[in-house]
């Protein structure tokens, strides 16, 4: 064999990368049809691979090739796939003819991959399933039966019921819980294995669980563990959990939002209400028994004294006068009196006056002859200790605790035993009266209400004559009746006024009213409360009219009105939320409304089932409205926001919000789609001249036919239609018989 070019190499390590043929072109600037490699026979290009690295061949064979997920494709003629002489094209698995077949084949496979082509038998139509299955002509009953040659109708001999399926199913009785189910042979009622939670190792909810009064308990003094994955946390009724321990002696806090967490309490080995409740509270104590000494113990039993010790009882040993504002209660050696206060008592008073130095952890302050000063605690205060300062004595049974003027002692409790011993006796609550009453010869003198809520009261207020009466400011509202008169009296404004008697009123006695005055009242013949509804015939008033109600109803033939201008929610000073407008009612057909619709922000004309009594946000159907001419823009640049089918005048530029329908756009009018979404369709007819569809915020628009050119806008031809079509929310495709 001749070669050109005999190039030999041996490539013997597989840890390096060889390369036969290396060429490295620098392209700084080259034709177009420059290549990087070109090989002829006889002066004609076989195989070349262009400066892009795509290879052109005249004539390729190849064993196998991998596209590796891109495709096969031609630029400009046909994708020609000629197997060598006598081979087939394999595609998926199917291998196809090497020859077209005649005209009207059809392509059909044998069911082992072979495609072939052939020509099919003859359509199977309803009049061959006739022949085959109707061999006979059927009667009412019968059915279609295969009788070992051909299908007939036949007579069956009998009905298919439910004895048969119980026959063939139910081969023996179930009882509660079994299941149906295949024993090889026939069916039969076996108990059910699964089902149960107790065989399921793995269940899981598919919803939330109800335990419907029921519990979740455990068996064999098991726990119950609930442990959520990874992040999670347990939240029993709306509180999560810490997800991992705390350290010893730490307590559980909430944050106030749900969130439990442990923390150290500073607390802890304080001196808390539990130890309180141990010390005290060694029995439960019934309603009005108090905590007394029996001698041994602290015990709750019956009070034996007189009287329980009030606010009164405060006053009379603190107040020993009536302090004035700024004064301080203070000891003066002898008893508590209000002084002067001679300087503000302040934080960094009582820092001064305590905190003589900083304390150290487990100080406490303690008061040392002299000042008070921070010291180590030596012990820690307990219950005996409070008994110890207390306690004096040993107590006995009734004896309650007292300070005898040098020390606490234990006494016996003489109480009060009247309520007449107490000179100024205070309720802490509301005197039960207990079906008993309040007698005596004594005057009561309160200064709040006295409230009756059933029953009748009788109290006289009976004087000799007016000049017993009262100051009339002191009881103000206070009722009088002054014997010398006969005549009752209110007491308002300084005075006592006298009520009228409308006995006396019918003979107009002097001061009451006169009779003139009674007829033109007679002549009303109304109520004249001012909660009663009152009707006059003609009315005219001189001057304003306020009406204050919810609803002002004119109920009037017509109503004419001289003012020029009419002012809905006149005093709105915030921001509007009701709609307002005039309601036209129509009796039994929906309600109209002209007015402005507050959540829209526009003016609306339509109909509902509102009334003239509705606020707020009505609920309002946009109504027809009927025309003559309607001029939406009068200059050229103007916008107009078109939702329906209007006219468009020349030079204007229009934005379209949403579907519509626009007709009759006169010539050099501009429309720009904004806002529109998938399913939205404009139709655009342009009168004369040409109409301008402007993209505007749509991200992609085609004309239809040629949807590989985005258009920024598109002119609509003179006299034609033009339809937008939105296939998704930021590509529409306009068509149209004359575009541009």
Do not use: C
């Not at 306690?391 to 002692?409: E, F, H, K, V």
Request: charged share 15%; glycine share 10%.
């Amino acid at each position: 064999m001749a070669n050109i070019y005999d190039m030999t190499d041996v490539w013997n390590d597989g840890a390096t990368t060889f390369t036969s043929i290396k060429m490295n072109a620098t392209d700084t600037a080259s034709a177009a049809d420059s290549k990087l490699l070109d090989l002829q026979v006889g002066s004609s290009s076989k195989v070349s691979v262009d400066k892009a690295g795509k290879i052109t061949a005249t004539d390729l064979q190849v064993d196998n090739v991998n596209v590796n997920s891109n495709t096969i494709s031609s630029t400009t003629g046909n994708l020609v796939l000629d197997p060598y002489s006598g081979a087939k094209i394999s595609l998926d698995g199917l291998l196809w003819p090497n020859a077209d077949g005649t005209a009207n084949q059809m392509l059909q496979t044998d069911g082992a991959g072979n495609l072939s082509w052939g020509t099919p038998a003859a359509g199977y139509s309803d009049s061959d399933v006739d022949t085959h299955l109707n061999t006979g002509s059927a009667t009412s009953g019968q059915t279609l039966q295969w009788n070992g040659t051909d299908y007939a109708w036949g007579t069956p001999a009998s009905s298919y019921g439910d004895s048969d399926v119980n026959a063939n199913l139910n081969t023996s009785a179930a009882t509660t819980n079994q299941v149906l189910s295949w024993n090889g042979t026939d069916y039969a009622w076996v108990a059910q294995t699964g089902g149960d939670l107790v065989t399921d190792t793995t269940p899981q909810l598919g919803g939330a669980l109800d335990v419907n009064g029921n519990a979740i308990t455990s068996t064999s003094a098991g726990n119950i563990a609930i442990t959520p994955d990874t992040t999670g946390s347990v939240v029993l009724d709306g509180q999560s959990w810490p997800q991992a321990d705390g350290t010893a002696n730490q307590v559980l806090q909430t944050n106030g939002s749900g969130q439990l967490s442990w923390v150290t309490y500073s607390g802890a080995t304080g001196y808390g209400d539990n130890d309180v409740d141990l010390h005290l509270n060694r029995s439960s104590a019934t309603s009005g028994q108090v905590l007394g000494w029996n001698g041994t113990d602290y015990a709750w039993v019956a009070n034996s004294g007189g009287s329980s010790y009030t606010d009164s009882d405060v006053d009379t040993h603190l107040n020993q006068s009536n302090p004035t504002s700024g004064y301080v209660l203070s000891w003066n050696g002898t008893d508590y009196a209000w002084v002067a206060q001679t300087a503000a008592y302040t934080d960094s008073s009582v820092d001064a006056h305590l905190n003589q130095s900083n304390p150290t952890s487990g100080y406490v302050l303690s008061w040392n002859g002299t000042d008070y000063a921070w010291v180590a605690q030596t012990t820690a205060y307990t219950d005996s200790s409070v008994d110890a300062h207390l306690n004096r004595g040993s107590a006995s049974s009734g004896q309650i605790l007292s300070y005898n003027g040098t020390d606490y002692a234990w006494i016996a409790d003489a109480g009060i035993a009247d309520v007449v011993d107490d000179t100024t006796p205070q309720l802490g609550g509301n005197l039960d009266l207990n079906s008993n009453d309040i007698t005596g010869t004594g005057n009561i003198d309160l200064t709040g209400t006295i409230t009756a809520t059933s029953g009748g009261s009788v109290v006289p207020f009976y004087f000799a004559n007016q000049a017993a009466f009262p100051n009339a400011t002191t009881y103000h509202g206070a009722i009088a009746h002054s014997h010398a008169d006969g005549a009752m009296y209110f007491a308002h404004g300084g005075s006592w006024n006298k009520l009228a008697d409308t006995t006396a009123a019918t003979t107009s006695v002097a001061g009451l009213m006169a009779a003139a005055d009674k007829t033109k009242l007679d002549a009303i013949n109304q109520s004249l409360a001012t909660t009663d509804d009152v009707a006059f015939n003609d009315l005219i008033l001189a001057g304003d009219l306020t009406v204050n109600g919810t609803n002002n109803i004119i109920d009037t033939t017509n109503l004419a009105v001289s003012d020029s201008i009419i002012e809905l929610s006149n005093g709105l000073t915030t921001a509007p939320i009701n709609d307002a407008g005039i309601v036209i009612e129509r009796g039994t057909a929906d309600n109209a409304f002209i007015g402005w619709d507050e959540s829209e922000d526009k003016f609306v004309l339509g109909t509902g089932s509102f009334t003239g009594s509705s606020s707020g946000n009505l609920t309002i159907t946009k109504g027809d409205v009927a025309l003559g001419t309607l001029t939406t823009v009068t200059d050229a640049g103007n916008t107009v926001d078109v939702r329906r089918a209007d006219r468009i005048a020349q030079g204007s530029s229009v934005n379209v919000d949403g579907g519509a329908t626009l007709y009759d756009v006169t010539a050099t009018a501009t429309l720009t789609l904004s806002d529109l979404v998938a399913g939205d369709i404009v139709t655009v007819f342009s009168r004369s001249g040409t109409t301008t569809i402007a993209r505007g915020t749509i991200t992609y628009a085609y004309l239809d036919g040629d949807i590989a050119t985005n258009k920024t806008s598109v002119t609509v031809g003179a006299g034609t239609l033009a339809t937008v079509t939105m296939v998704s929310d930021d590509t529409a495709i306009i068509a149209g018989s004359d575009l541009t």
